[in-house]
């Protein structure tokens, strides 16, 4: 019965919080943050990133493909994060200041001198982007379902709901504020479990040590401590390249940009930003593959994670660990129902939004990604699972040209976003191993070009494109904007 109590009182002080820490942001523009801590970005920006499919899924990777995905963790820590800090996040903030814009979207569109450019990337944003929010939802429900009494479709539709109140009230400060909170909460909930799994493993040396004497697998063709050779180490690479450079031109990333006051902030956010990153993405990875000594057989790489929690933690971890994990799943969200709300009620329209509006926007998203998630379609799963690539191939080059090089063209943007987006999908339907469902060319996908990651596909063609786009229209390339 006290368990019972206690484990209540947790989840009623989240929520409580979460709630206090939301409504921060009455009273501030629902586009705009104002000025907050840098601290409170780091947070943000980690909790931003890394959602439960990091955690959880990635995890179970680790467990399967052993040290080696601690190079996804490095890549994640200095291409994710110290580059984007180093060469994106002051920058992408002065453009958002000079050309007086409220989103991403608007800022690629406005700065290529392209409104329609802005309108067809809101769009973009939007499908994809609650989409993506749906499967993020569903997890986080699925994982509550195991400790609380409730169908799914109730705990789907609640979570739905609070997410949306919190993106609704608060607006991108309260966001700001709640990811902060639950970053703080993943950082704890990882540490508790990585200090378990040490102790069970009898310390890092000794755990390393063992899981060096383990026979290699197929898919850790080297043992597991090393890179495998063949495709197991490609594909480890990239991931390295698909989770830390396609992340770039995220728009749910870029915002955080918005909230930087000078460029000395954006230089004291990286380094913590960078600490916790990685400690939540490395622990996570460190645990998992040390958890192999623990839990040698798995057959579901998702299952890793929870079994591990549940043969390691008592009652109460057990309920932190998911606290944690949900946690991951809500900053996610709010970011991307932020995103997906803007668009709505802004970009597409063209207009400010008003109250009104903010709320029919914010609605309307909670509508769809609560109704996706509850369905069980293949083109939702395709969706869910290629979001990134098919939000970065569309908007990086565009994004990098106008932020770091200061070129602004619109022909050229057109034929990148068009070259990128239309090539990834079609090599996600159609080519990737993985993912093709009906292809007209069979050999094409089972040939070495249906290993190639659709997102370097998707960059390399909108390279083609922009480059295309600037020798057929001969407008000339404005000078960049001073720094």
């Not at 705009?32 to 959880?56: C, D, E």
């Not at 499908?127 to 169908?151: D, M, T």
């Not at 987006?421 to 040939?447: H, K, Q, R």
Request: glycine share 10%; with cysteine.
């Amino acid at each position: 019965m006290v368990a019972t109590l206690g484990n209540a009182l947790i989840w009623i002080v989240y929520i409580g919080v979460f709630i206090f820490l939301a409504r921060k942001g009455r009273g501030h523009d629902a586009a705009l943050s104002g000025r907050v801590g840098f601290s409170v970005q780091a947070f943000a920006y980690v909790a931003t990133y890394i959602s439960a499919v990091a955690l959880v899924g990635f995890g179970g990777l680790a467990h399967a493909y052993g040290m080696q995905m601690l190079l996804v963790a490095a890549g994640n820590v200095w291409l994710g994060t110290w580059v984007v800090y180093r060469f994106l996040a002051w920058p992408t903030r002065v453009w958002q200041q000079h050309l007086g814009v409220r989103s991403p979207a608007t800022l690629i569109g406005t700065g290529h001198n392209s409104p329609a450019l802005a309108k067809a990337l809101a769009l973009l944003f939007a499908l994809f982007l609650s989409v993506y929010a749906s499967a993020v939802i569903k997890g986080a429900a699925l994982l509550l379902g195991q400790i609380v009494p409730l169908p799914l479709w109730s705990l789907i539709w609640g979570i739905a709901v609070v997410v949306g109140f919190c993106v609704c009230v608060g607006g991108l400060r309260g966001v700001l504020y709640t990811e902060a909170m639950q970053g703080a909460i993943m950082l704890a909930g990882i540490l508790m479990i990585v200090g378990a799994v040490l102790v069970k493993t009898g310390g890092p040396l000794q755990g390393l040590s063992d899981l060096a004497l383990l026979p290699p697998t197929r898919l850790a063709t080297n043992g597991f401590v090393s890179l495998s050779g063949g495709g197991a180490g490609l594909f480890i690479l990239s991931l390295v390249v698909v989770t830390s450079v396609a992340v770039w031109a995220q728009p749910q990333m870029i915002q955080r940009h918005f909230a930087l006051a000078s460029r000395t902030q954006a230089r004291r956010v990286a380094p913590l930003a960078m600490l916790i990153l990685t400690v939540l993405v490395g622990g996570t990875y460190f645990a998992a593959a040390l958890s192999r000594l623990i839990l040698p057989d798995v057959a579901n790489p998702d299952a890793v994670m929870p079994l591990l929690v549940r043969q390691i933690l008592p009652g109460a971890g057990l309920h932190l660990f998911v606290l944690a994990i949900v946690s991951a799943s809500l900053s996610t969200t709010t970011a991307l129902f932020h995103i997906a709300s803007l668009a709505i009620a802004e970009d597409v329209p063209a207009r400010k939004s008003t109250p009104r509006t903010w709320r029919l926007g914010v609605a309307l998203c909670v509508l769809i990604s609560a109704l996706c998630a509850q369905a069980d379609g293949s083109l939702i799963a395709i969706l869910c699972t290629t979001s990134w690539s098919v939000v970065g191939s569309a908007a990086l080059v565009p994004y990098i040209a106008l932020v770091v090089f200061g070129k602004r063209h619109a022909p050229a943007a057109w034929s990148s976003v068009v070259g990128g987006l239309s090539t990834c999908l079609f090599w996600y339907l159609c080519v990737y191993g993985p993912t093709a469902a009906v292809t007209p060319l069979p050999m094409l996908a089972e040939s070495a070009f249906g290993q190639i990651p659709p997102f370097f596909v998707g960059v390399l063609f909108a390279v083609a494109g922009w480059g295309a786009g600037i020798a057929v229209s001969w407008v000339p390339l404005p000078r960049r904007l001073p720094q």
